[in-house]
DNA sequence: CTAGGCTGCCTAAAACCTTTAGGCAAACGC
DNA sequence: GCGTTTGCCTAAAGGTTTTAGGCAGCCTAG
């Protein structure tokens, strides 16, 4: 009987290439023991369950974009750092979407702050100094930076923009263009009366 | 033996409260049919199969919104229809998470096209009216309001903005104040020479 | 170099979800 | 009232998840 050689870490990166190939759905224990020809039970040696397989996954994919967005700002600064970093993102995506998927998994708190995200957090912040923002303007702006990436890519890869007609690089320029002038100019808070709150859910 | 009088809808309709309650994740057939104290098979004479139930649960997601937005859009425009609409996003967001959660489901395209998916981006545009914007600014803008609104919910939702300090709320008001003012000065193409195309994926 | 133990993968089995096929009884139309 | 349609049922097969226990390969010690 020839051992397969398992570790929880290949898992991962099987289930990181199945995830590319048929989508994160899909990827499942039983499909990565299929990939390893291997019986189910064997993978539950190195998986506590499924979601330990999930995460593992999830993990990998953010640590793979930490370490692409950081080899991509190295050494830019102001405009061309914000555009490296957002395209490290988009290209990511396009080129891995079931690792890209993988990344949204949401995670309870301690696995998330040690994953890679603070990394993450820690680069767009890093693109600010290019700006002149204090706090805690600077915080507001890494949120609307992170809110635009991850929107902007999520929908595009739902194909929420296939239907009309500019093209998506045409307009995925345009909006950097537009956060960097935003960034210039960031405005102060608006003097009208504040909304009324909105309706929390009780 | 008492009929529980299943419909597609009324099925749809309990699967999007066992989406609130339990997450979009957790919706499955059986516990549809659990619910309604009905056998699993049952209910296969109303759906064509699981993902049948998930997308109807989509589509129920997409339409509560579109008419939900419509509502607030009613007799606003400029930057007051701007807040209107991003906080029917994020307020449905926080009061129907898992319905939230299947308003993402990826739809395919004859579906989407016929979706409630086409009033959102209809709503969006008309938000637009109140700035000076012609094609194709306009739909780049479309695209930028859309992203921006979907990934600070999601990434709220998700706990992504729980570790730092300013309060969301805040950031929320302030992300859309700059929304406003970018939108009033939109700011022409970059002049400076157009980076290399991403690497497509092959 | 061989004996022991550890580890890795196995078989077996239970629980649950999905989906199809076929049946019986309630509801509806005439 | 009668026949047809329809709605929910039982039965069953196939897949995924997870646990328990076993056997053999590999490593280490003597």
Redesign the pocket.
């Known amino acids: 009987?020839?051992?397969?050689?398992?570790?929880a870490e290949r898992l991962a990166l099987a289930g990181a290439e199945l995830a590319d190939e048929v989508g994160f759905e899909q990827v499942?224990?039983?499909?990565v023991?299929?990939r390893f020809?291997?019986?189910?039970?064997?993978?539950?040696?190195?998986?506590?369950?499924?979601?330990?397989l999930r995460t593992r996954i999830a993990l990998l994919a953010l640590d793979e974009l930490a370490t692409r967005a950081a080899d991509a700002l190295a050494g830019r600064s102001g405009r061309d750092a914000l555009t490296a970093l957002a395209n490290v993102y988009r290209d990511y995506a396009r080129e891995h979407p079931g690792r890209y998927a993988a990344a949204q998994l949401r995670l309870d708190p301690a696995t998330a702050a040690a994953s890679a995200g603070v990394r993450h957090a820690r680069m767009i912040r890093s693109i600010l100094r290019g700006y002149d923002l204090t706090e805690p303007d600077q915080t507001h702006a890494v949120r609307l930076l992170g809110s635009v990436f991850h929107g902007y890519v999520s929908l595009e890869l739902a194909g929420g923009f296939d239907h009309s007609a500019p093209d998506t690089q045409e307009t995925w320029t345009r909006i950097l263009d537009a956060l960097d002038a935003l960034l210039h100019t960031w405005p102060p808070p608006d003097p009208r009366p504040a909304p009324p709150p909105p309706p929390t859910p009780r």
Chains 1, 2 share one sequence.
């Open positions: 009987m020839v051992r397969a050689g398992l570790t499942t224990v039983s499909a023991a299929r020809g291997v019986t189910v039970a064997s993978l539950y040696s190195h998986l506590r369950n499924s979601q330990d």
